[in-house]
Every structure is written in C-alpha cells, then in structure tokens.
C-alpha cells in the first residue's frame, strides 16, 4: 500500500531563517506530487506541483521553492523565511492513469514564523 | 479561471440528522473531476466522495453521498444519519487540469454535529 510521510511535524524557525520540509511517498512509482499551504482558518493554495523528477511548476511567485532530487521525494525550501509563510503545509501525491485522480494527503507540517 | 464556492462557513447538526453542505464552481471545461474532502481536527485531509463529471449518475459512500448538477455547476454533498465523528472541515475541490491535475479547493465549510 502506499504511504506519505511528511517532516518535520511542527517548525518554530524566526524571520530571515531558511527553510527545508521534505516529503517522501512509498508504494508507488512516477507520482505527481503536490505542496499545499493552508492559512489559518482558510481553505487550501496550491504552491508547487512536479509531474516527474526534475520538473517543477510553480503556482504562486513568493519566495519559495521546491525541488524534487528523485521520483518519490519533493522538498519545499526557503532561503530566508517571512511572517507571512506561517501556516500548514502539506505534501500530495496523485496518479493519473486511468480514470483517477484522487490525491492522497501527508499528515501536514505545521510551521510558525516568529 | 476556475473557482469553487462553499457559501457555508459553518454549519451545525445534530447526531442522526441529515445535512446538506453546497458548493458550486466555475469552468469551461466539459471533462473534470469533482471532490469532497474532509479535515478533522487532526487536520489529516481524508477522501470522503469523488465525481466524474460525465456520469450522470451521483456518487455515493454509505452515509455520504452527492448531488451533481452539472448545468446549474453544482455539487453539493449530503451526510445522512450524522454522526459525533463526521465533526470536521469539508472541502469541495475541482480537478485543475491545467496545473499538473491539482486540486482547487473552495475556502471551507466548518460542520459541527451535536449529541
């Protein structure tokens, strides 16, 4: 069966501080995989998707970035972190063979800016 | 541009009742996908129901199912006999296809279910 981990669960980090969260899938092979931020309160923003290693597209300019080094591992960074970054962020993977394309959700990271 | 409305920040039922949670979206396109997704306070986003807009016919999981009106682009989902744990956030969401088949997802409706 596949599974999703996300890590950290929790970040405290201060403005200007950088920023790495990872995102591994296990039991699949060529997902798409998504990062999603969402505000307090607020439903979900798509910020980053990669349909295979290498290839990233970017949804909304700010200043992070993500990377995906292999099939199953997407990484979302930072070089210097602003208040307006605090949120929860969770990591996605879908495939789109056939006809689904249901996406399966990480159990989140939970960072705070201060 | 491709939206989805939730027109119900909250809504409250009680235990063994049925609620109807409304979401309509905004698209061009003729083939897509619809979703309800579910966020207890865990805060685990959970699959709850999924809709092929060329199937006329709605979807259903046991207590759940939806009411797809695809002319009037609406699709809202409907709990029968509510129960403690269904106390969650639900998320209508929309295939983006254009985006790597990401989710667009409306802002929310925060269901309460009460003894």
């Known amino acids: 069966s596949q599974t999703i981990h996300q890590w950290p669960a929790t970040l405290v980090q201060p403005v200007g501080s950088p920023l790495s969260l990872e995102c591994t899938v296990e039991g699949t092979s060529n997902p798409n995989l998504y990062w999603y931020r969402q505000a307090a309160g607020r439903g979900l923003q798509l910020l980053f998707y990669s349909v295979g290693i290498g290839q990233i597209s970017s949804e909304v300019p700010q200043n992070l970035s993500a990377s995906r080094p292999q099939d199953r591992q997407f990484i979302l960074s930072s070089k210097k972190l602003l208040l307006s970054d605090s949120g929860f962020y969770l990591c996605?993977?879908?495939?789109?063979?056939?006809?689904?394309?249901?996406?399966?959700f990480g159990p989140g990271t939970r960072l705070t800016v201060t | 541009a491709q939206t989805v409305t939730q027109s119900q920040p909250e809504m409250s039922v009680q235990e063994a009742e049925t609620v109807t949670l409304s979401c309509t979206y905004d698209t061009s396109e003729n083939n897509y996908y619809l979703f309800w997704y579910k966020q207890p306070p865990s805060r685990q986003m959970i699959l709850v129901i999924r809709q092929e807009a060329y199937k006329q016919q709605n979807a259903t999981e046991n207590r759940f199912s939806v009411n797809f009106q695809k002319a009037a682009k609406s699709f809202s989902l409907k709990i029968s006999d509510s129960q403690l744990g269904d106390t969650a956030m639900y998320f209508c969401?929309?295939?983006?296809?254009?985006?790597?088949?990401?989710?667009?997802f409306g802002k929310g409706t925060s269901l309460l279910v009460t003894p």
């Open positions: 996605a993977w879908s495939v789109t063979s056939g006809s689904s394309y249901e996406q399966y």
């Open positions: 969401a929309f295939i983006y296809s254009n985006s790597g088949y990401a989710l667009n």
